[in-house]
């Protein structure tokens, strides 16, 4: 599943990413929170893992056209460095790269 290649706010448009990131942020915000208060099930928890992997993904088929977007990305990119070196990486990079080269063509406008 990939994210938009424009996301229209109030007739504004937006990078598609930027309220994905911002839904990822939130969850993990939740699953913080009541773990904290020590009331997170198991359950609970999976499905919230579950939604925030289903964002990753949407991000990771994106590439950024604004500067939110590409931190987003660059953020996802390190939340992996944990893990071997594969394709999600590679598909991170490539479309970071091409969000870039966009920008860069428009001037850095998002």
């Known amino acids: 599943m990939s994210a938009p290649d424009v996301f229209v706010l109030g007739g504004r448009q937006i990078d598609p990413i930027l309220p994905l990131e911002v839904e990822r942020?939130?969850?993990?915000?939740?699953?913080?929170?009541?773990?904290?208060?020590?009331?997170?099930?198991?359950?609970?928890?999976?499905?919230?893992?579950?939604?925030?992997?289903v964002l990753e993904?949407?991000?990771?088929?994106?590439?950024?056209?604004?500067i939110g977007g590409a931190i987003a990305v660059?953020?996802?990119?390190?939340?992996?460095?944990?893990?071997?070196?594969?394709?999600?990486?590679?598909?991170?990079i490539e479309n970071l790269l091409a969000g870039l080269r966009r920008l860069a063509g428009a001037g850095g406008a998002a």
């Open 25 to 53: 942020q939130q969850i993990e915000a939740k699953v913080d929170a009541l773990d904290g208060a020590g009331i997170l099930d198991s359950e609970t928890e999976h499905e919230l893992d579950a939604r925030i992997i």
């Open 74 to 92: 660059i953020g996802q990119l390190k939340r992996l460095s944990e893990y071997e070196w594969g394709e999600d990486h590679d598909k991170l």
């Open 57 to 66: 993904d949407q991000i990771a088929a994106a590439a950024p056209s604004s």
